[in-house]
């Protein structure tokens, strides 16, 4: 069988792997690239979780890409409607004929006397459990290897024990696999979680059942935002689609950033204000301890976004309620707290996250060696120490995704440009200074992130290996910043004694 050559491959046809590809063939067109998606369709998470009322908890303006304007009127979207958006995406720029469906990336190994990456991937397999019955091993060849595989796995959620799990005989559903048949109309719900997932169940589930009880162990921080935003209704009524698009998406960026930078700098203020803002939404009588005070400052954790209050509106109907204790033990009518409380369920769905992976848990080797990703320091965001020909986009923790993920790919094609414009095959970050202190890759403290934080590469204090969390100052480094500080241009060791790389023995062009 004979091995297909690119210049560039792309490992996953989400959000990301989308962008990328339009920003490779836009700023690169000169590079031949294909997406390996193991998956059987595109949109990665916006295809993958199918809980009613999945939506996003940013704004479209900044989760949607900046050269392909977000035209709904709901700034908060439904997963359907995002999903819809990467597709019209990959078919607008002709993304979708680069991608290989069906082919999970399990192997990747860097030779440098070929400065060449073979890349293994398994055929017919799906990330989602779809069984790996008729797997075959195809390796593909590339000289850049650019992952945009997401941060979690698709084999499945975050499922903890319980006590007495085995006494509950009703069904209990982790969001990640959303059974499309399941009828919970008239039924008692509960949902064992505080985070995005928990806080989109309630209202959403609410609709239906008889009652949706949220059961948290510590709350979250919950603001409320219009889901059509009026200022942009303004922007677009008097500009043109494109103008609109990018005001709306600035506006977005520096309110975010600025609300992020005054919690993170006045932790008691926001605390309060978030506090208040929350009363507001509750009835007077509504007592606010514990349900709703969060024992973290704000953006210790990620911060939940409910459109216009739809949370508040179904605790208020009385639909649905907020329980904040400790399991004791699942019995037969449903869970027993530890304070004695018994919450009776007919349906338990379990909110309790994600498992977090790095680089779409490939094996990684690099001239022979093996590479572990929790062993490496991340360079500007995007490349990781002494891996050459490498990238991986990874999104932020205080924003829209798109904003840091759509900068990743422009960095990638400027690295990529500039080294045709000087002759250089091989580029690689070196981490030399080892008394820079190794700190955890994400700023968050949330159990998930806590739980992985091995397997996720390390940051250092300082640029170019700290990950920083603001879009402005990676707006302006990623544009016109120099793109090959603190970079290795190695030169081939084969092509150093003369040998004639094996690429060109075999006929292939990059
Ligand atoms: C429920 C939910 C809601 C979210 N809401 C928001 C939000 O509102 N705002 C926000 O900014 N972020 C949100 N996020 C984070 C979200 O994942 C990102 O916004 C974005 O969708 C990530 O896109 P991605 O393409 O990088 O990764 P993914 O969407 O995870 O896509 C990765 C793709 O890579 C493929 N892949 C992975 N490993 C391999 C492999 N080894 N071989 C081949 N293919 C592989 C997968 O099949 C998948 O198609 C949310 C996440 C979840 C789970």
Known sequence: MTTEHFDVLIVGAGLSGIGAAYRLQTECPGKSYAILEGRADLGGTWD??????????????????????????????????????????????????????????????????????????????????????????VDFTCRFLYMCSGYYSYDGGYKPEFPGRDRFPGPMIHPQEWPEDLDYSGKQVVVIGSGATAITLLPAMAERSAHVTMLQRSPTYIASLPAVDPIVRVLRKWLPEGLAHRVARWKSVILTLGFYQFCRRRPELAKRMLRSMTARQLPSEYDLDPNFSPNYNPWDQRMCLVPDGDLFKAIRDGRASIVTGQIDTFTENGIRLQSGRELPADIVITATGLQLVACGGLQLEVDGLAVRPGDTFVYRGFMLSDIPNFAMCVGYTNASWTLRADLTSQSVCRVLNHMDRNGQVQVVPRFGDKSIPQRPLLDLNSGYVRRSADLLPKQGDRPPWRLRQNYVLDYFSAKFGDVTENLEFPTPAAARHGDAPKLAEAGRSS
């Not at 709901?74 to 359907?80: F, L, M, R, S």
């Not at 995406?89 to 990336?105: C, M, N, P, Q, S």
């Open 48 to 137: 993958l979780f199918r809980y009613p009322g999945i939506r996003s908890d940013s704004d479209m303006f900044t989760l949607g890409y900046p050269f392909h304007p977000w035209k709904q009127a709901k700034a908060i979207a439904d997963g359907p409607s995002i999903l819809e958006y990467i597709r019209e995406t990959a078919d607008e720029y002709g993304i979708e004929k680069h991608i290989r469906y069906r082919h999970t990336v399990a192997k990747a190994s860097w030779d440098s006397s070929e400065s060449l990456w073979t890349v293994t991937s398994l055929v017919g397999t799906s990330l989602v459990g779809e069984g790996g019955t008729g797997a075959e091993g």
